[in-house]
DNA sequence: GTGAAAGCGCTAACAT
DNA sequence: ATGTTAGCGCTTTCAC
């Protein structure tokens, strides 16, 4: 397919009849080189078509300008706002975000990261699917000393930066709403405890209803793929349950309105009858009918800071005793679980 | 932040006491090299942590195994989908997916271009940002020969292949349906003319209108970003016009929910006074109330037939002779259009 | 200030 | 089947 020769810098001094290191350093602005020369060297560079070549470039210098990104999946909304601020932040700061996805498998995610490292990205951003279970595949990032930041989902580990929210307040926060509107027997749907994200909120809901005496039976727990059809699944297994729980708060919308969405057909009332709250704030949560009740969780800045603080680490302008960012959240109150007259 | 030196081949050579060419060929299954060598090869390597250097081999082969992408945003469902396609097709054929967006902007579009020139991707997957008037940002890879594919939002260009669907014919059918319900008074919502994906809409939705000798009047087009807020503007000039439109084609399902929301907010009822199509089949679009017909739209495969095609096309694999490739949408008939009984 | 020259690590022609 | 060798295009001492 590549046709054409390249030009070189050596076609550049050959044309000027000057060193080819001196086009080097007149490319990039090097002090020595005389003003005038410079210009004559870029108007000859503009004028050739030059490009110059990064990989003889990256070979020289041993950096990429290149940020590795794997997540889960691409195609939900919170992934997607996340990804387009790491993609604002990056882009400015004259990286490139290289970005692939584990499908939520353990093995697709260590093979993406062990590709991620052949192409020596300068730094890694990371998301943990579902079924990761340790962190042995990122070993040749941290015997290298490739700085490493983990964002939503994390894994604690000493050398490398999380940037979270505080999801066990989340989930304490999301039930203790649904409580004081009078709801009593809340149940939970939630995703793998392995990860933090669910875990955090799992005990999060659970200390709430510890601290309120409400019972948490064994089938007050609903774990899921947190997919739409899982969410209709959950609803199913729920509406055999007797008496029917009163609540339901679910770790993601999409699950949540999957929920409202059965329920309603089976004539159950929202919120009247059954108080439901999600997690995300999806677009979705605030033009269904009844409006959902969810966690606003900062996607886009998430991604801003977790790329901006990559790239400080990488720069080594980033103090090693940072661990842990936490960005605030907060709990949007919709339809969905008010009882009472009070609205917002 | 690089510190210990790197395992090369040559240090895999010294240590099995062979010449670093056939290590090289060793590790890539070259079949001169002996079986049994190739496994002390792969053996040693692992010991030694070795890790290959992209670059070196890059600068060498001129080729990158590297994808651009360029897409107007990130955080839509329909292009979340679109990259997660990509994402799985490519990873398989081994290449990496470097992605930027344009935020609308032709200039940060042919900013976007440039880096990916000079990132010497090996073709570039392309959906134009609703601002770019011209293709001359392009002319660097078509000097080179280095294929580009557009999808969705494409500029005709003998030396691309374009992936599509037929927005004409969508415009029409969804124009086409809403006249099947009786609806007269229809007023469009679209995007900028300057892309095909809404002038075609656009010109599909006039040509249905006209086929049914129903006027369309200089208030039946209002042109949008598109976004959620865009449909909420439109709606309250909408809501100024007497006779009020009987319904509305929109080109996006975001500005379809704000209109209906807004519409429902003023009473009026959906669809018996106003019916409402919206185009995309956000997943919003089947949990809202009431359904929103729209016409489903294959992101994911659309993702995946242009990272393939592109793939092809790099190797030297596809047609010359191949221009545009159009997927099938579908018209997905929810309640938001149906005034009859008749129900899908 | 500018030039000469030595690599960076890998690949591929050529030799054996 | 394996080794030798000459670059790929750039950066970076080290001279001058």
Do not use: W
Not at 312 to 325: A, Y
Request: hydrophobic share 40%.
């Amino acid at each position: 397919m590549k046709t054409e020769k390249d030009v070189t810098i050596y076609d550049i001094a050959n044309a000027l009849g000057i060193s080819a290191s001196t086009v080097s350093r007149g490319l990039k602005g090097h002090p020595y080189v005389k003003n005038e020369l410079k210009k004559q060297i870029f108007q000859k560079a503009r004028e050739m078509g030059y490009q110059q070549n990064k990989f003889a470039s990256n070979l020289r210098q041993k950096y990429t300008s290149t940020l590795g990104v794997i997540v889960p999946r691409l195609d939900s909304y919170f992934m997607s706002t996340v990804i387009s601020g790491m993609e604002n932040v990056a882009n400015q700061a004259g990286y490139n975000l290289i970005i692939s996805q584990s499908l939520e498998s353990a093995k697709k995610e260590a093979a993406g990261i062990f590709t991620l490292f052949n192409t020596r990205v300068d730094g890694l951003l990371v998301s943990l699917s579902s079924g990761t279970e340790d962190l042995t595949h990122f070993d040749p990032f941290f015997k290298k000393g490739i700085p490493v930041i983990f964002f939503d989902r994390i894994f604690e580990h000493s050398q490398c930066v999380s940037v979270i929210i505080n999801n066990y307040k989340a989930g304490y926060e999301a039930t203790s709403h649904l409580i004081s509107q009078g709801y009593k027997n809340i149940v939970h749907i939630g995703g793998s405890l392995l990860r933090n994200v669910y875990s955090d909120r799992y005990y999060g809901y659970r200390q709430a209803m510890e601290d309120n005496r409400l019972p948490v039976g064994e089938n007050s727990h609903i774990i899921t793929d947190l997919s739409f059809t899982g969410g209709v699944q959950a609803a199913a297994t729920l509406l055999q349950q007797s008496p029917l729980p009163d609540a339901v708060f679910a770790a993601n919308d999409s699950s949540a309105i999957a929920v409202m969405s059965e329920f309603r057909k089976a004539g159950i009332r929202i919120p009247q009858d059954v108080g439901i709250v999600g997690f995300n704030d999806d677009p979705v949560s605030r033009v269904i009918e009844p409006g959902l009740t969810t966690i606003h969780y900062p996607g886009k800045e998430m991604g801003e800071i977790s790329a901006s603080t990559l790239i400080k680490m990488i720069k080594g302008e980033q103090q090693d005793v940072l661990n842990t960012i936490v960005l605030s959240h907060s709990l949007i109150i919709r339809q969905s679980s008010v009882k009472t007259r009070s609205n917002i």
